[in-house]
């Protein structure tokens, strides 16, 4: 969760201030004499620290009096490796790279996937991600125990059509591995032009691993999907939380209204986070004003409350939905429906992400994200490396969690790998018999795929190739959302709480 603050905005505390009480006038004239014999001391230390500071810079090495005066103790073993690389070094060095390392170092030793340290041109496309439309494969990852995982692909991105699912972890990019690289560094090499094309070696839990050829594209930032489902319910999707997300909310919030909601599904599935002032007045719309939204807790332990601000909508039930891949500000959204407006939750347990990120820019561009501060729910409970249970536990099928297909791999008679029995599994989920499902490609098999391609009139070519088996993978994606236990329980719940009325 990034917390939308102004740059190099401080915090600080004040201390509690002295007061004088009155006093007899002798004393006030010793105090006044006290004052004159402590400002002229303080007057001659500062003459005499500049006239020590001009002989040095008059008759001694330069260098070493600006750093007499400048230099931290805890950074001298930093200037000499800087040094005695740039002295020493085989080749010329690029002393901005030099000091981007070092502070990138830094950040890293932290340990924390979260605080991250982005060039000027790393801070460029981070700014892009949350503002307005980048290009790319449409996927949120994070750094986790030294590999770079899927968080979440974005609705409608490359990405999840592709068939990336959070947790998926990503081993290269083109041949290139990016174990122990931070999320910046994979960044850049995962995203690129619209129309260009990337590789990535995927591990999805204990199963083989599988290169995936994604196709790049303009990733916009639309963040809600709304639609009118049976008996008046309405359910809404936010993918994340960006500029104008909320704005979004109440637009398409008025538009199913108009149609006759009367009861609302609230869709945070695979929604990695975002802004969170963006956060705080979506969740207030659904939380009674003056109860809490969450708390945010520093590392001195003071704690600071953020209450709902109340809302204008209408009175009817709300069900929300999480998932493995609903992260931070979609966590503070759950868990403050839940704990201070009563809403039923459906789904699997959440991400588990607690704390607070703050994003500051230096002079020249480049930028410094950092963990600020932890967040709790309003009863104060840590989600992080926990989530959120919900109140109805609701599993997706075992296809919904298929190893994808690589598009580029022809599997044809004779071939035999999981990508095989990834597709025989995905052919018998759509009602077509491979005769086996152990990754052996045989007679039986390529029959199906002549069924299945005759359906989608494609060529009957009975091999997986391309576009049909784009269309294999698109075909159970779709199943999925048509028969999405999810959302049907969620229905569900719905219309209990309607029948009450």
Do not use: C
Request: hydrophobic share 35%.
């Amino acid at each position: 969760m990034d917390q939308d603050k102004p740059n190099g905005e401080r915090r600080e505390t004040e201390g509690p201030s002295e007061q004088l009480g009155e006093t007899e006038e002798p004393k006030q004239n010793v105090m006044q004499i006290k004052k004159f014999h402590f400002a002229m001391l303080l007057f001659f230390v500062v003459f005499i620290t500049a006239g020590i500071t001009t002989f040095a810079l008059a008759f001694g090495d330069d260098e070493t009096a600006v750093k007499v005066i400048r230099e931290r103790e805890e950074f001298a073993k930093l200037y000499e490796a800087y040094d005695t690389l740039k002295d020493n070094y085989y080749t010329d060095l690029d002393q901005e790279k030099l000091i981007d390392g070092a502070i990138s170092g830094m950040v890293d030793s932290l340990d924390d996937p979260y605080s991250d340290y982005m060039s000027l041109e790393d801070a460029k496309s981070f700014h892009e991600s949350i503002s307005s439309s980048f290009e790319g494969i449409g996927a949120e990852i994070q750094q986790k125990e030294g590999h770079i995982a899927i968080v979440s692909p974005l609705k409608g991105s490359p990405a999840e059509k592709a068939g990336l699912l959070p947790e998926d972890v990503i081993l290269s990019v083109d041949g290139k591995s990016i174990q122990g690289m931070n999320t910046t560094e994979a960044v850049a090499l995962i995203r690129g032009e619209k129309g260009t094309k990337v590789k990535l070696m995927i591990q999805r839990g204990n199963a083989e691993p599988t290169e995936v050829t994604i196709t790049r594209d303009t990733i916009p930032i639309e963040t809600v999907y709304g639609e009118m489902l049976e008996d008046g319910i309405g359910k809404v999707q936010i993918t994340n939380f960006s500029e104008n997300t909320y704005k979004e909310l109440i637009d398409v919030l008025k538009d199913l209204e108009s149609q006759g909601m009367n009861g609302l599904i609230l869709d945070l599935r695979q929604n990695p986070g975002g802004l969170l002032d963006q956060a705080i007045k979506i969740t207030s719309l659904f939380v009674p004003e003056g109860k809490l939204l969450f708390k945010v807790e520093d590392r001195a332990g003071n704690v600071e409350e953020y209450a709902s601000s109340g809302n204008d909508l209408g009175n009817f039930p709300l069900v929300v939905v999480i998932d493995k891949g609903s992260a931070s500000a979609s966590e503070i959204l759950a868990g403050a429906v839940s704990e201070s407006a009563n809403v039923p939750l459906v789904g699997q347990t959440t991400f588990g992400k607690g704390t607070v990120q703050r994003a500051e820019d230096f002079p020249d561009g480049s930028n410094i994200k950092l963990t600020t501060e932890k967040w709790l729910t309003p009863k104060g409970n840590w989600v992080h490396q926990k989530g959120i249970k919900p109140d109805y536990e609701v599993p997706m099928p075992e296809y919904a969690s298929l190893p994808f297909i690589d598009p580029e791999m022809e599997l044809k008679i004779s071939t035999a790998s999981e990508q095989v029995k990834s597709a025989q599994k995905m052919l018998k989920v759509l009602g077509y018999d491979p005769g086996r499902e152990d990754g052996y490609f045989d007679d039986k098999t390529s029959e199906a795929v002549k069924q299945f391609q005759k359906d989608k009139e494609l060529e009957e070519t009975g091999s997986l190739k391309e576009e049909s088996t784009m269309e294999l993978m698109n075909a159970v994606r779709d199943k999925m959302l048509d028969e999405d236990p999810q959302i049907e329980k969620a229905v569900e719940v719905i219309q209990k709480e309607l029948s009450k009325k």
